[in-house]
């Protein structure tokens, strides 16, 4: 039996985990993996692998995890309910394990239709699955982990040991049902919720102050996200279009000042915009952390890996616990 | 009722410009409540191919008649001559009526003139909406009559996707997200505590996952039985 | 041949639809008609411009319509619902217009009846009942002959309806019509008199006795002998056989009803300066027509009410004036004619010259000798029922048995009589099989649809203006030009004209309930579509999946036989586009019957009645464009149609540029009714559309399947 996992081992030491984001490419080059392994190592206790986010063909989840993990870097393999029936799914969970795999987050994954939000070709004209949704889906692998049964009741000579992760939208709608969705896949069997990111901080305080008084916050480790704006464009294409986040005008506008400060300088703009994202996102995670019973956070700095170092040391989680 | 949509004329001329007589045949039940299948669409469809054959400069012959269900047997017996007569028959019925009479036509072929869509219901006049998917197991019990089978694009279970926005589905904006619906149904009910029950994996078993489904309702069938073996009698009406 | 087949015989033309009208209730028009005639086919069919087949239908039922388009009391309009919205339908100077318009064609109809039944009848009097009698039975094959006691044939028609209201042309039309059918008559020949009526009965199979009530009643009051005195048929009489009679220049006419009117009116004519009038009844309650009333009161005749007559006052010859009485009641309290007076109230008018106009009575100088009884009121034996008098083949008919009416009635009852006759001659018991006819109408409209129709008041029918016609005997009233005839005939809301279900054929979708503007469809196991609450626009026929829903007058499917016909002649080497023009009746069709010859007119009801199958077909057929003319949503007779049919409109584009033949082919196009050259723009513009798309090729046009 291989050792638990560090980000449960950083979670219950009682530290505020953090955890981080890693896109495998559309590629059967697996190099770039490996390179931005490299960028978050050390900066996380744990990056997901995304599984075909936005429901387009990338480097699948468990092997991006193996790769990483060959790097050093420990990865959360994500699962989702769209590609795979029960079957396939406790196959690769299974497979994941053996590869030494164990930290496995349950997404119930964006519909095939998504492709990208429209920016890629995608396949919207696959057939989903969705035998399992992500509730049945934490089920399952506890019931693998715990009982060391499969789903359909036959037994496993060895059970896969994961660390079960699952999602929260704390922003969607309705909202006083996020919390009895939140109660359901902690009842499940989730050990660890990341949350969809997080930008109204008053919202999402004012939703854990419901998740603390039902006490799930002592059931599971919440981790809160923090997605790191990169610019004002893309804050607000986060406020209009992407479901459960909203953004305060606040924040849009302190990105608008940072581009207009660099005058006609498109690069210029760039940067300050990127600079002024970093502070934000530093802000956010301190604001999140102070939140009583979240356990960390989740930074999603998408496509932007690199800007994970800084983030994490401004934020003054840097260095990372370490267990042996 | 059964919600099907016309084929593109283009891909229909494609099945039928090769037979020198072709019938199309509507069928007055689901598919003409929907505007797709019925006497009229039939006729619509053999006008346009006739048309199109005009102009194509081809020989065809293009009739078109109706029954009322492409689905049972009666209905086909006083016309199932006059179908033998043409070289094909062009269905504008259900996925359904297009199996049925294919079997049993003899050596012509049936095309189908519809695409089979959905168990839906008319929202309003014009407008179709898919409620149920046939899954052979209804819960909506649980899910204050809303079904999250058909109508969550995810059949999700257990709640909302984080993708609900606006109560809108992911997929599109003009879709409702079921799962919205649902807790406002199950708030207006009272009885939104259910939701808090986990629900467990399905058993899939009885939708169209278990392989094709046949229902046999016994008490006709024996009776059926009686009446063909009353007529198999001498003195019987064989 | 059963009661169908001789109604088939007599009825030379059966309008779209009879048959299934017969099994709805009728319009309340048709129902008031005695003869019941399709007021909404033919009102319908002259909205269309198809004023022949207008005549076709009139005269189905009514071999005197020339007569009843200028005289007839019209019960039709009193009856018409749209009455309750504005005015009523003027239906009576609509015949009259598709009778003057379609002259030449009434014309080219007439040719003899092969005489086929070997046997003859003899019809004693050629009023309305006798020549629809005659008509009838000379259509089933019979040799008739008419005996008509006065110079000339009509009866009443032409003896006492002064030729201002009633020109001698018109009631010679009719006649004509009759007579083509290979009709005997003989004038100035009263039976009982000339000929015995037993030798009639000898001479013939079976004798009609048609007399009509040529006898004008008298008054008992004192004063009554001598000159200055007259009766109102002798006076009438007079003027049609062209005589003056002698009046003086102030006279009086006593009575209230139409008769009264019409010898006023014609003592006008005559020159009398001052013509008065004095009934026992009110202005409410005198039987003369409303709208001849006010017409008499125009010419300058007044009326003197609630007075009855006491004596005549008179200096030896010289009649002074009648001595009235205070009338104090006219109907007793079971509303029956009763008068009672204040003999101590009294009164006086001057005048030199009194024509009594009470009332008339039959004749019955031709029962002289003939074993033909009347019954202890004086009145003639018969049964209502087989029209039979006591003597076997002597039968009965209009105003002799009936009693007094209008001339329609009298058609009717002719026109009973001539079957029952038939039935008799034929050995069979005709009381079995003569129906009583009495069809169940429509009720009113219902306030909610009404609601949705927009006013429109009927076309004004105008009259020689009343100090010009008081001086003459010609014909007073003009009649409708073919656009006011258009217009007015547009108003009709074709009641009982409506959608119908094929209920073998309906699947309950509840298309039709969703799409009818008026509510009128309910669908449960099938659909209803409500006869009272249809307005016949058409709109819920073309969406029917099932087609289930057939409209019963002017069904497009009529149309569609005949389209190949309307596009038959479309040139192969054409420089102008070929435009398959279907066009709303109502107000487009008054602006748009004459388009130039490219536009292939295709007539439709309302254009929410043309199917994409039509406009389909008329691409198919070989038209370059298709236009569907409406008349836009201001002056629509209908109301939000237009979306629906540019919906509609917006499929077959869409269908028909799935053939690769342009959408811009087919467009709705909307005119004004009051603007020809607008309208004429709208149209052109279309054409030069369709010249930049260019005319489309033989090859894509050869005959339609």
């Known amino acids: 039996m291989n050792a638990a996992s560090n980000l449960q081992q950083v979670i219950m030491s009682g530290q505020p985990a953090v955890t981080a984001e890693l896109g495998p490419p559309m590629s059967a080059d697996g190099t770039e993996i490996i390179h931005k392994a490299h960028l978050l190592k050390g900066f996380c206790d744990a990056a997901n692998i995304t599984d075909c986010q936005t429901a387009v063909v990338r480097i699948s989840s468990i092997a991006g995890a193996v790769l990483a993990l060959r790097e050093g870097l420990e990865p959360v393999m994500q699962m989702t309910c769209r590609d795979r029936n029960r079957i396939a799914i406790q196959a690769d969970l299974l497979g994941a394990h053996a590869l030494g795999l164990r930290n496995c987050l349950c997404i119930a ?42 789903q359909g009741g036959d037994k496993l000579e060895v059970a896969p040991k994961f660390f079960i992760g699952a999602s929260w939208t704390p922003g969607g709608e309705p909202l006083d049902f996020r919390v009895v969705n939140l109660q359901k896949k902690v009842a499940a069997g989730a050990d660890f919720i990341q949350t969809q990111g997080i930008f109204d901080v008053e919202i999402f305080k004012a939703q854990m102050k419901e998740i603390t008084k039902l006490g799930l916050h002592e059931r599971t480790a919440i981790l809160g996200g923090v ?24 924040l849009i506008e302190r990105m608008i000042k940072a581009r207009e400060a660099a005058g006609d300088d498109k690069k210029k703009a760039k940067e300050f915009q990127e600079e002024e994202g970093i502070r934000i996102a530093v802000e956010l995670i ?39 | ?19 020198k007589d072709t019938l199309v045949l509507g069928c007055n039940t689901c598919v003409a409540v929907c505007h797709a299948g019925g006497d009229k669409e039939a006729e619509t469809i053999s006008s346009l191919l006739k048309i199109r054959a005009q102009m194509e400069n081809r020989d065809l012959t293009v009739s078109h008649s109706a029954i009322m269900r492409q689905c049972e047997p009666e209905y086909f017996e006083p016309v199932m001559q006059e179908l033998r007569q043409h070289d094909l028959v062009l269905s504008t019925a259900c996925g359904v009526g297009v199996n049925y009479l294919s079997a049993r036509i003899g050596n012509i072929p049936v095309y189908p003139a519809v695409n089979t869509s959905f168990y839906g219901g008319v929202q309003e006049a014009g407008l179709f909406v898919e409620l149920c998917a046939g899954c052979g197991n209804c819960i909506i019990n649980l899910t204050g009559g809303i079904c999250p089978i058909a109508r969550c694009a995810k059949t999700l279970m257990n709640g909302p996707c984080g993708g609900t926005n606006k109560g809108k589905c992911e997929i599109s904006d003009e879709v409702d997200c079921a799962w919205f619906l649902i807790v406002e149904r199950m708030k207006q009910l009272g009885t939104l505590e259910k939701l808090s029950e986990i629900q467990p994996p399905r058993n899939w078993s009885t939708a169209r996952d278990g392989g094709p489904r046949k229902i046999s309702i016994e008490h006709l069938r024996q009776y059926e039985k009686q009446e063909q073996e009353k007529s198999e009698l001498p003195g019987g009406n064989a | 041949m059963n009661l169908e087949e001789i109604k088939n015989v007599i009825q030379r033309y059966r309008p779209y639809g009879a048959d299934i009208k017969e099994t709805r209730p009728y319009s309340p028009c048709r129902e008031a008609c005695p003869a019941n005639t399709d007021v909404q086919a033919y009102v319908g069919l002259i909205a269309q411009g198809r004023y022949n087949e207008a005549f076709d239908v009139i005269t189905s039922v009514n071999p005197v319509a020339s007569v009843c388009s200028l005289i007839c009391h019209h019960p039709c309009e009193q009856e018409c619902r749209r009455g309750a919205i504005d005015d009523p339908v003027a239906v009576r100077q609509l015949k009259r217009f598709a009778i003057e318009a379609s002259r030449d064609y009434r014309r080219s109809l007439r040719k003899p009846v092969d005489k086929t039944r070997n046997k003859s009848i003899g019809i004693v009097g050629s009023g309305p009942s006798g020549l629809a009698a005659g008509s009838d039975l000379a259509s089933l094959g019979y040799n008739v002959t008419i005996y008509e006691r006065h110079p000339v044939l009509g009866g009443m028609l032409a003896m006492a309806i002064p030729p201002y209201r009633l020109p001698r042309e018109s009631i010679n039309e009719d006649i004509d019509d009759i007579l083509a059918k290979g009709i005997d008559y003989v004038t100035n020949c009263e039976i009982g008199k000339d000929i015995k009526l037993a030798e009639l009965t000898k001479k013939h199979d079976a004798v009609l006795i048609a007399i009509g009530l040529a006898k004008s009643r008298s008054l008992g009051i004192p004063g009554l002998e001598g000159p200055g005195v007259l009766l109102a048929i002798p006076f009438l009489e007079d003027i049609a056989r062209g005589k003056k009679p002698a009046i003086s220049d102030n006279v009086l006419v006593i009575g209230g009803g139409n008769v009264a009117i019409d010898v006023a009116r014609s003592a006008r004519r005559l020159g009398a300066a001052n013509v008065s009038m004095v009934c026992l009844e009110s202005a409410l309650e005198m039987p003369a027509w409303k709208w001849e009333v006010d017409e008499a009161l125009e010419e300058g005749i007044a009326i003197h009410h609630r007075w009855g007559p006491k004596a005549v006052r008179r200096d030896g010859d010289k009649v002074l004036g009648l001595e009235l009485k205070k009338v104090t009641s006219v109907f007793d309290q079971q509303g029956r004619f009763s008068p009672a007076y204040d003999e101590e109230t009294t009164s006086f008018i001057a005048a030199n010259t009194i024509i009594i106009t009470i009332g008339q009575m039959s004749d019955y100088g031709l029962l002289v000798d003939s074993p033909v009884k009347l019954d202890e ?210 107000h487009v069709g008054v602006a748009g019957f004459n388009l ?110």
């Not at chain 1, 696959?126 to 049964?149: F, P, S």
């Not at chain 3, 579509?529 to 999946?545: K, Y």
């Not at chain 3, 409209?551 to 009529?558: G, H, K, L």
């Open chain 1, 109 to 150: 994954g964006d519909h095939q239709k998504f492709s990208a939000a429209g920016r890629l070709k995608g396949h919207p004209g696959a057939k989903n699955v969705y035998d399992v949704d992500t509730c049945q889906l934490v089920g399952i692998l506890k019931k693998m982990r715990d009982e060391g049964t499969q």
């Open chain 1, 227 to 250: 997605i790191v704006p990169r610019s004002a464009m893309m804050l607000k294409y986060m406020d209009s279009s992407v479901a459960g986040v909203s953004v305060p005008p606040a």
């Open chain 1, 286 to 324: 301190h604001q999140v952390l102070e939140i009583p019973g979240i356990k960390g956070v989740h930074i999603q700095a998408i496509e932007w890996e690199s800007a994970m170092a800084k983030i994490v040391q401004m934020a003054g989680l840097y260095p990372r616990p370490v267990f042996t």
């Open chain 2, 1 to 19: 009722m059964i919600v099907g949509t016309q084929k593109p004329l283009d891909e229909i001329w494609d099945m039928v410009k090769d037979f």
């Open chain 3, 377 to 586: 009121r004086g009145r003639l034996q018969w049964n209502p029922a087989t029209q039979m008098s006591n003597v076997p083949g002597v039968f009965l008919a209009g105003e002799v048995v009936t009693g007094p009416g209008s001339a329609i009635a009298a058609v009717e009852s002719g026109h009973r009589a001539a079957v029952a006759m038939h039935l008799y001659l034929q050995g069979e018991n005709a009381e079995a099989i003569m129906p009583a006819e009495k069809k169940t109408k429509l009720g009113e409209i219902p306030e909610e649809v009404a609601a949705r129709i927009a006013c429109e008041k009927r076309v004004s029918i105008r009259h020689l203006a009343a100090d010009v016609r008081c001086h003459t005997f010609e014909h007073f009233e003009l009649g409708y030009t073919e656009g006011e005839a258009l217009i007015e005939a547009g108003r009709c809301r074709g009641c009982s004209g409506g959608a119908l279900v094929d209920t073998k054929k309906c699947m309950a979708c509840l298309t039709c309930q969703r799409i009818c503007p008026y509510e009128a469809p309910l669908v449960q196991a099938y659909s209803e579509i409500r006869p009272d609450l249809c307005q016949a626009c058409g709109l819920c026929a073309p969406e029917c999946p099932a087609q289930a829903i057939t409209m019963v007058s002017y069904d497009i499917r009529q149309l569609r036989t005949e389209m190949p016909t309307r596009l038959a002649n479309i040139p192969r080497e054409r420089t102008e586009p070929a435009i398959a023009s279907f066009m709303c009746t109502h």
């Open chain 3, 596 to 705: 130039p010859a490219n536009f292939h007119i295709l007539p439709v009801h309302c254009i929410s009645r043309v199917d994409i199958l039509d406009l389909l077909s008329a691409l198919a057929y070989g038209a370059d464009g298709v236009a569907v003319v409406g008349c836009g949503a201001a002056i629509c007779k209908y109301k939000d149609i237009e979306n629906r049919v540019q919906a509609r409109l917006k499929r077959a584009q869409d269908l028909s540029r799935g053939l690769g033949i342009e959408s811009g082919r087919i467009a709705l196009l909307n005119a004004m009714a009051d603007a020809e050259d607008p309208y004429l723009q709208v149209c052109s513009g279309f054409a030069q559309t369709l010249l930049q798309l260019g005319l489309r090729t033989a090859r894509s046009t050869s005959a339609h399947q």
